[in-house]
């Protein structure tokens, strides 16, 4: 085989493989498939999908897949309340 079949063959995943790839668990990539726009699978095979490794990276790296969640410091830094506009606070 040469290097470039090798290559396209090493890059092809089912469904649990492109999981681990994208960092999830398989139910996980199951509701992904339900409610995002991954990319399809590249062929299907005794009624599996197959998908290209890269193609689900450049998804993801795209913002495809939901957005990440905030981290607890951040989220606070957001609670400091800031004062409204025309309210002034007394400086002691």
Not at 10 to 35: M, Q
């Amino acid at each position: 085989m040469s290097r470039t079949r090798d290559n396209m063959l090493a890059d092809l995943v089912g469904p649990r493989e492109a999981a681990t790839a994208l960092g999830i668990d398989l139910a996980t990539w199951r509701k992904w498939r339900e409610r995002y726009d991954l990319p399809g699978p590249v062929l299907v095979l005794s009624g599996q999908g197959v998908w290209s490794r890269r193609e689900l990276l450049r998804w993801r790296e795209r913002g495809g897949g939901p957005r990440p969640r905030r981290s607890p410091e951040h989220a606070a830094e957001s609670e400091v309340q800031k004062p409204k506009r025309g309210h002034l606070r007394a400086v002691e």
